[in-house]
C-alpha cells in the first residue's frame, strides 16, 4: 500500500466509551446486545503527577475507576467508569462536536429491531432504506439507556457502489 496514509494501518482495534454506571452499562450490552466479558482492569491514577492529562488527556486527579473489556460480534468495546474533578455528564449528539455513535451491523434488521422493542430500548424514528452509492442498506438509530447513540445497519445484497465497482 502506498500513499500518504498511516503507515501499517490495519483497521480499528477498539472502540472505548465512558458511562455512568459500570454495571448497568455492560449488564445492558451483554443482556440486551449480545456483548461478551472479556476482562476488566483498573483502577488507573495518578494522585501527584501529570500522567493522566499527559496520556489520556483528561484531569490530572483523574481516576479511571475500572474498564471492561466486551467483544460485541468483530468489534471490541473498551467502557470505562471514569470519576474525574471536571467531568461533564451531558452525552454529546451527533450535531455536537465530538459526536458520534457506534454502527452495528446486523443480518436482518427487522429481527434485531423487534428485540430491541421487546427490551425497551428507545428507537428513533422507523427504519430508513438509503439511496444513492448506499442502495440497498437499511439503518435505524438507537440509544443505550446512558444515551449513547447506536445505530443498526443491514445491506445484505450489499450496497450499490459495491456493485457497480464490480462492473
Given at each position: 500500500m502506498s500513499g500518504s496514509g498511516l503507515p501499517g494501518l490495519r483497521g480499528v482495534d477498539h472502540i472505548g466509551i465512558t458511562v455512568p454506571d459500570l454495571d448497568a452499562a455492560c449488564g445492558w450490552l451483554i443482556e440486551v446486545l449480545g456483548?461478551?466479558?472479556?476482562?476488566?482492569?483498573g483502577p488507573y491514577r495518578d494522585d501527584t503527577g501529570n500522567w493522566m492529562n499527559d496520556h489520556l488527556g483528561v484531569h490530572p486527579r483523574a481516576v479511571m475507576e475500572q474498564l471492561r473489556l466486551l467483544r460485541c460480534g468483530d468489534v471490541t468495546l473498551e467502557?470505562?467508569?471514569?470519576?474525574?474533578?471536571?467531568?461533564?455528564?451531558?452525552?454529546?449528539?451527533?450535531?455536537?462536536?465530538?459526536?458520534h455513535h457506534i454502527a452495528l451491523y446486523v443480518e436482518d434488521l427487522d429481527?434485531?429491531?423487534?428485540?430491541?422493542?421487546?427490551?425497551?430500548?428507545?428507537?428513533?424514528?422507523?427504519?430508513?432504506?438509503?439511496s444513492g452509492p448506499s442502495e440497498g442498506q437499511r439503518w435505524v438509530y438507537f440509544r443505550a439507556p446512558w444515551g449513547l447513540q447506536m445505530e443498526l445497519v443491514s445491506y445484505p445484497n450489499g450496497k450499490a457502489f459495491e456493485r457497480e465497482e464490480r462492473r
Open positions: 456483548c461478551e466479558h472479556l476482562y476488566t482492569l467502557v470505562f467508569r471514569y470519576a474525574a474533578p471536571d467531568q461533564r455528564r451531558e452525552v454529546p449528539r451527533n450535531s455536537d462536536m465530538g459526536g429481527l434485531a429491531l423487534a428485540h430491541l422493542h421487546a427490551h425497551g430500548v428507545e428507537v428513533l424514528g422507523e427504519p430508513t432504506a438509503s
